[in-house]
Each structure stands twice: as structure tokens, then as C-alpha cells.
């Protein structure tokens, strides 16, 4: 059964580069058919979507955060990462990691998630 | 990229049926079929409970469905049970490749 699980640093300096890794168990980066998302919860509000990887390497991101914000996989270690620079008091929240089933280039929803690390942007 | 726009929350009695609004664009939900739902309860990882407008994956509850029309999508709850209390969230897919969310809706079964 496949398993994600986000891992990074719980505080993160204003103006520093916020870096998380998510790695996968039970399954590979490498699926087709699967890309794999990064989407964030600010405390008490709603989900963002932030980019993906896909399988093959290309990337896709939310045009709200396309300059500070990079994904990248990794298939000898089977993880993706995601750097998000310049981070202010606005990019505390909840990162989550997931599975989104993109079959024929559209989105089909993103049906395994990880359980979500809490980073804070604190100084 | 605006995100879509949901009530902020609903209300519905043990065995009634609710429905969540989620309206968008010709950009995404008007002009694909792919919008999906997502059931997420406090201090939990959100849950796929509807893709492709209408499809349920497997394990969840009949007693969810979606459907859309035009520009909003729209996921209906039927014999609401407490354990349906929870936060729920619209996506679709948009003309650029991206994902984009609902505000989020919560669902309260008094």
C-alpha cells in the first residue's frame, strides 16, 4: 500500500529557503500516470495547491508562487522535494504531500496523501 | 488563478441530504470535467471522495455523489450521519495545467 511521508525542519527563518522532502513507501516516483503535488494549509484556513513533479521530471506550479518555488524528484532515493525561497510569515502552514493521478495529461484528484508536516516561519 | 468559491458552511439532521455548492470558471470548472471532492476531518490529511465530476474511488460511501452544471460543481450528501461532520473541498483541473481549490465548506450534522 503505498505511503507518503513529509520530513523537514518544523521552523524556518523570514527570508530563508523552506525545504521539505516527501518520501514514498509502496510505491515509486517513477509510476506513470502519477505526478506528485505539494499542497499547503495555512492555520484555520483553506487548501492551496502548490506544483507538482511529474514522473518524468517536468514540473507545473500555482502561478501565486512560481518564483519562489521549486519541486524536484529524486528516483534513486524513490522522494520528491519541495524549496520554497524567500518565506514569510504567510507561508506558516501545514505541507502536505500527495499522489495526483493525472491519466491522459488532466487531473483525476490526488487520492494518497501524507499526513502533513507543520512549518512555521518564525524569527 | 483565483481559488473556487464555496459557502462557508452547511447545515443538515441525522438522515437528511445536504448539497455544497462550488463555482468557478469557463477556465475550470466550466470547461472540463474534472473536478473533485475531498473530505477532510480535524487534524487529518484530506480524503478523495469524488473525482471526475461524478466517481467515487473505491471504499467510499454511496451516499456521496457529485454532479456539475456549467460553471458549478455541486457534491450532495444524502442520510447524513454524524461521522459526515468535517471540512469538505472542491478542485478542478484549469486550462493552464494547474490544480485549484475551494475555500472550503464546513459541513455541521445537527
Known amino acids: 500500500q503505498l505511503q507518503l511521508h513529509e520530513s523537514g525542519p518544523g521552523l524556518v527563518k523570514p527570508s530563508e529557503t523552506l525545504s521539505l522532502t516527501c518520501s514514498i513507501s509502496?510505491?515509486?516516483?517513477?509510476?506513470?500516470?502519477?505526478?506528485w503535488s505539494w499542497i499547503r494549509q495555512p492555520p484555520g484556513g483553506g487548501l492551496e495547491w502548490i506544483g507538482f513533479?511529474?514522473?518524468?521530471?517536468?514540473?507545473k506550479y500555482n502561478p501565486s508562487l512560481s518564483r519562489r518555488v521549486s519541486i524536484s524528484g529524486d528516483t534513486s532515493k524513490n522522494r520528491y522535494s519541495l524549496n520554497l525561497t524567500s518565506v514569510t510569515a504567510a507561508d506558516t502552514a501545514v505541507y502536505y504531500c500527495a499522489r495526483h493521478w493525472r491519466g491522459g495529461g488532466y487531473s483525476h484528484g490526488m487520492d494518497v496523501w501524507g499526513q502533513g508536516t507543520t512549518v512555521t516561519v518564525f524569527s | 488563478q483565483s481559488a473556487l468559491t464555496q459557502p462557508a458552511s452547511v447545515s443538515g439532521s441525522p438522515g437528511q441530504s445536504i448539497t455544497i455548492s462550488c463555482t468557478g470558471a469557463s477556465s475550470d470548472i466550466g470547461g472540463y470535467n474534472y473536478v473533485s471532492w475531498y473530505q477532510q476531518r480535524p487534524g487529518k490529511a484530506p480524503k478523495l471522495i469524488i473525482y471526475d465530476v461524478t466517481n467515487r474511488p473505491s471504499g467510499v460511501s454511496d451516499r456521496f455523489s457529485g454532479s456539475k452544471s456549467g460553471n458549478t460543481a455541486s457534491l450532495t450528501v444524502s442520510g447524513l450521519q454524524a461521522e459526515d461532520e468535517a471540512d469538505y473541498y472542491c478542485s478542478s483541473y484549469t486550462g493552464d495545467n494547474t490544480e485549484v481549490f475551494g475555500g472550503g465548506t464546513k459541513l455541521t450534522v445537527l
Open positions: 509502496g510505491g515509486s516516483v517513477n509510476s506513470g500516470n502519477y505526478y
Open positions: 513533479v511529474s514522473y518524468s521530471g517536468s514540473t
